[in-house]
């Protein structure tokens, strides 16, 4: 018999979103009709911005033309896409980011599992808790980790809890770390980073020699000017960070798909012998053996984010899921809830009421006010005791959710 990859085997997700289709599918059972509001899913939900559709049906008619046809583009992505996005997303915000180190993909959920095949076994990594359940599962099948306790945490791994007591920034980690995974916008927080919160880690990360793992997915939904949108605006950081960036969230790729990640040349890892080796070098190498590219027209679809109208409508649509926020936060505070986030992502992180867990707000929220949302404790062992609401909905959905929310009472 063929054996598996019995890494798979110590797998705990796959647990959240699974018990969350079960308990509404048991819900809809006894109550058959009841209007559900799902404010629990990180997808978006608005129509995709019309100057990336007219980029795409602009490009299809080019593949209907021999002397326009594309077939294979180049792994990295075309040059016209990775120029944009250098100049547009690192550039114009100051950072000495070239086309060269933009690597265009099909998604950084993709890209931020990827990565691990250019980094060795030995590494020491470090999560946050609550966390993008994709960075700890990727290294459980990598083999990285060793198997779940009872409290869904790995062996091997380092948890740098994010609650209300920090702040929601994750602590600097008191036994030393190779790798790290900041993700800013935090999902599933909503916590924004100040650059002197990453100018600690990237002061960490080139003091130690460890690389930090950016994941910007929500950049674009940053409302307070003084927050970076980048990790390359923070000094030093070209010496120590890869960053993952999409255009799922800022641009309603999710079903679209396009993303990039940037990896500065001369960010260096060593080999065992301790020779310096490029990781630039390594990505390139690991694209071009094991992807073929975006296509053509997503990749028209993209730039177009870029263009001056595709730049007004995208800010339209983060304006509009963050007015949802805001307005989610307003409800929940007027009902007396403690409320985080949703300032600066798409994301209100709610404590539950004294008494309550992560589940059993839950399962009142969906009896009672046939409301979906994510149960903190989902994303890790400190978000027990704290709720995810989504603002990707339509405005009346969430007008809906709040009015039932407010007759709830607390
Ligand atoms: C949505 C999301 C992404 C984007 O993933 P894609 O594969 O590009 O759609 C990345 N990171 C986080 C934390 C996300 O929530």
């Given at each position: 018999?063929?054996?598996?990859?019995?890494?798979?085997?110590?797998?705990?997700?796959?647990?959240?979103?699974?018990?969350?289709?079960?308990?509404?599918?048991?819900?809809?059972?006894?109550?058959?009709?009841?209007?559900?509001?799902?404010?629990?899913i990180?997808?978006?939900?608005?129509?995709?911005?019309?100057?990336?559709?007219?980029?795409?049906?602009?490009?299809?008619?080019?593949?209907?033309?021999?002397?326009?046809?594309?077939?294979?583009?180049?792994?990295?992505?075309?040059?016209?896409?990775?120029?944009?996005?250098?100049?547009?997303?690192?550039?114009?915000?100051?950072?000495?980011?070239?086309?060269?180190?933009?690597?265009?993909?099909?998604?950084?959920?993709?890209?931020?599992?990827?990565?691990?095949?250019?980094?060795?076994?030995?590494?020491?990594?470090?999560?946050?808790?609550?966390?993008?359940?994709?960075y700890?599962?990727?290294?459980?099948?990598?083999?990285?980790?060793?198997?779940a306790?009872?409290?869904?945490?790995?062996?091997?791994?380092?948890?740098?809890?994010?609650?209300?007591?920090?702040?929601?920034?994750a602590p600097?980690?008191?036994?030393?770390?190779?790798?790290?995974?900041?993700?800013?916008?935090?999902?599933?927080?909503?916590?924004?980073?100040?650059?002197?919160?990453?100018?600690?880690?990237?002061?960490?990360?080139?003091?130690?020699?460890?690389?930090?793992?950016?994941?910007?997915?929500?950049?674009?939904?940053?409302?307070?000017?003084?927050?970076?949108?980048?990790?390359?605006?923070?000094?030093?950081?070209?010496?120590?960070?890869?960053?993952?960036?999409?255009?799922?969230?800022?641009?309603?790729?999710?079903?679209?798909?396009?993303?990039?990640?940037?990896?500065?040349?001369?960010?260096?890892?060593?080999?065992?012998?301790?020779?310096?080796?490029?990781?630039?070098?390594?990505?390139?190498?690991?694209?071009c053996?094991k992807?073929?590219g975006v296509?053509?027209?997503?990749?028209?679809?993209?730039?177009?984010?870029?263009?001056?109208?595709?730049?007004?409508?995208?800010?339209?649509?983060?304006?509009?899921?963050?007015?949802?926020?805001?307005?989610?936060?307003?409800?929940?505070?007027?009902?007396?809830?403690?409320?985080?986030?949703?300032?600066q992502?798409?994301?209100?992180?709610?404590?539950?009421?004294?008494?309550?867990?992560?589940?059993?707000?839950?399962?009142q929220?969906?009896?009672?006010?046939?409301?979906?949302?994510?149960?903190g404790?989902?994303?890790?062992?400190?978000?027990?005791?704290?709720?995810?609401?989504?603002?990707?909905?339509?405005?009346?959905?969430?007008?809906?959710?709040?009015?039932?929310?407010?007759?709830?009472?607390?």
């Open positions: 018999m063929v054996k598996v990859n019995e890494n798979y085997l110590k797998l705990k997700a796959g647990y959240l979103f699974p018990e969350i289709a079960r308990r509404v599918k048991a819900f809809q059972e006894i109550n058959p009709g009841a209007p559900l509001i799902r404010l629990g990180g997808d978006v939900t608005e129509p995709l911005p019309e100057a990336c559709r007219l980029a795409m049906k602009t490009a299809i008619d080019d593949m209907g033309r021999h002397e326009d046809f594309h077939g294979y583009g180049p792994e990295q992505g075309y040059a016209w896409l990775r120029e944009a996005i250098a100049r547009h997303d690192f550039q114009a915000r100051g950072c000495a980011i070239t086309a060269e180190e933009i690597f265009v993909s099909d998604g950084s959920k993709c890209d931020s599992s990827n990565i691990l095949d250019i980094l060795g076994e030995e590494n020491r990594i470090a999560v946050t808790d609550p966390v993008y359940p994709v700890v599962d990727s290294n459980v099948m990598a083999g990285r980790t060793g198997d306790d009872g409290q869904g945490q790995y062996g091997g791994l380092t948890y740098l809890p994010i609650t209300a007591a920090n702040g929601f920034v600097l980690p008191s036994t030393p770390v190779d790798l790290i995974y900041l993700c800013f916008p935090n999902n599933p927080t909503g916590a924004g980073a100040s650059r002197a919160h990453l100018q600690q880690w990237v002061d960490y990360a080139r003091s130690h020699g460890s690389l930090i793992l950016f994941d910007a997915a929500y950049e674009a939904f940053i409302q307070d000017p003084d927050l970076p949108h980048s990790i390359y605006e923070i000094e030093g950081a070209r010496e120590c960070a890869i960053e993952f960036r999409s255009f799922s969230k800022n641009a309603g790729f999710t079903g679209t798909r396009c993303a990039f990640t940037v990896v500065p040349r001369g960010l260096m890892g060593q080999s065992s012998t301790a020779e310096p080796v490029e990781l630039w070098g390594l990505w390139n190498r690991r694209q053996t992807f073929n296509s053509y027209v997503v990749q028209r679809g993209a730039e177009a984010v870029y263009s001056a109208e595709g730049q007004v409508q995208i800010k339209a649509l983060i304006n509009f899921y963050m007015e949802n926020a805001a307005i989610i936060r307003r409800e929940l505070t007027a009902a007396g809830f403690e409320v985080y986030g949703g300032e992502a798409p994301y209100v992180w709610l404590k539950t009421p004294a008494g309550t867990d992560s589940w059993g707000f839950f399962d929220l969906l009896s009672r006010a046939h409301v979906v949302g994510t149960p404790s989902g994303f890790g062992a400190a978000g027990e005791g704290y709720f995810r609401l989504s603002a990707f909905n339509s405005r009346a959905n969430v007008n809906e959710a709040m009015s039932r929310l407010r007759a709830l009472g607390t």
